[in-house]
């Protein structure tokens, strides 16, 4: 729901700056991280209620490399390193969800670079259900 959609270029930016040259992000425009370990954005996030929520990352990748990066909610990391694997190209835009518990009332989601590389293109942040992240059994 667009209630729940926080757009990149609107958060906290440490380390990054905010560009619209490569098309198909929402919003406008999307965050290039520098290409360093510890380039970050950070989303204020409001909860109607506490409880687990999926948070789904809009990205771009345009390189073969992955470009991981550590997910933590409140200050608390949730993800070490999240894999964003290259999109083919930058203008190929890719979801990838994680799970974590929010509080009610005001969150932060940071999303921070863990290699040299520094993160992918991110577009937007969208918060929504949990989603089922169990490989399926025989
Ligand atoms: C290119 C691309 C940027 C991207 C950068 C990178 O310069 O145009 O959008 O962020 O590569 O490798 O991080």
């Known amino acids: 729901a667009p209630g729940n959609d926080y757009q990149a270029e609107d958060a906290t930016i440490s380390q990054g700056v905010v560009e619209s040259n490569h098309a198909g ?11 360093v370990a510890g380039s970050s954005v950070e989303f204020a996030v409001n ?3 506490a409880g687990p929520a999926s ?14 990066m550590s997910v ?9 390193s999240q894999s964003f694997p290259g999109t ?8 990838i969800s994680v799970n974590a518990t929010l509080r009610a009332g005001a969150n932060t989601v940071k999303a921070t670079s863990t290699t040299a590389t520094g993160g992918p293109n991110l577009d937007r942040l969208s ?11 025989a």
Do not use: C, I, K, M
């Open 88 to 95: 083919s190209a930058w203008t190929n835009w890719q979801e």
């Open 25 to 35: 992000f929402t919003g406008t425009g999307f965050v290039n991280y520098d290409n």
């Open 55 to 68: 948070l789904t990352f809009r990205y771009a990748n345009g390189t073969t490399t992955d470009r991981p």
């Open 127 to 137: 918060v929504g259900a949990p989603v089922d992240t169990q490989p399926p059994t």
């Open 72 to 80: 933590a909610v409140n200050g608390t990391t949730v993800v070490a």
């Open 47 to 49: 909860a109607a209620s």
